[in-house]
Structures are given as C-alpha cells and as structure tokens.
C-alpha cells in the first residue's frame, strides 16, 4: 500500500495542532521565497547597474596612465550585477531558513508543553498503585 505524503495538511484527528501550525509556516516561507527572490533579484540588479553605469561612464572619459588600472568593461558590470543578484537571494535564503528554524524551535517548546500537560491527566492512570 502506497502512503501519501500531506505535510500535516490533512485532517487526521490525532495531528496536533501545532503540526498544523508547523504545516502553514513551511508554506508560507516557501511562498514568501518565492516570490520575494525575483524581486530582490531585480532590485540587487537595478541598484548594481544604476551604481556601475555612471562609474563606467566616468572611467570611459579617463585618459590611460600606467599609474590606473582599465577602465570598467561592460562584462565587468555584468558579472557585478548577477553576483549582487546571486547574493541578495542567498541572503534571503538564509533568512528564510532562519526564520524556519526558529520557527520549529518554538514550536518544538509547544509540542513538549503539550505533551506535558496531557501527560499529567494520563499519569495517574498508568501508575495507579494496587
């Protein structure tokens, strides 16, 4: 027989409710990655390339001396531009994983405070003395 994974989003009275919560937390931080990493990716672009342009522009005009170095080139740019890109989405994945991560933490703290209390009403039920 085949098991099918739901990831806690199905209606199974013995998933916890913190189960739940941990189910609607992965989500969301997928969906807040994926749509905030094309934008950031374009934003890291827009601010490289608008901060690059004028700099090349400048360094275009410049007359070579051997005590400078070259002139910007525009591949120079370009691979400015996508490792700001690369980097901005990097640095949201890290967010995004630390926020999971936190996430999980409490909401492990949740699952033990949970399983404690139940734990009390059941006790005295497994330990009665004869």
Known sequence: MRRSRTLGWDRN?????????????????????????????????????????PEQTIEAAWRLVPATGPPLRHSQV??????????????LALLVSLADGAGRVLLAHLRLADWTRAWRVAEPRWTRER
């Open 78 to 91: 370009q691979a400015h531009t996508a490792l700001a890109e690369w980097m901005a989405v990097l640095a």
């Open 13 to 53: 009275p013995l998933r916890r409710r913190t189960d739940r919560i941990e189910a609607a937390m992965v989500a969301a931080l997928i969906g807040v990655f994926l749509i905030c990493a094309p934008v950031l990716a374009a934003v890291a672009s827009h601010w490289i390339g608008s901060a690059t342009i």
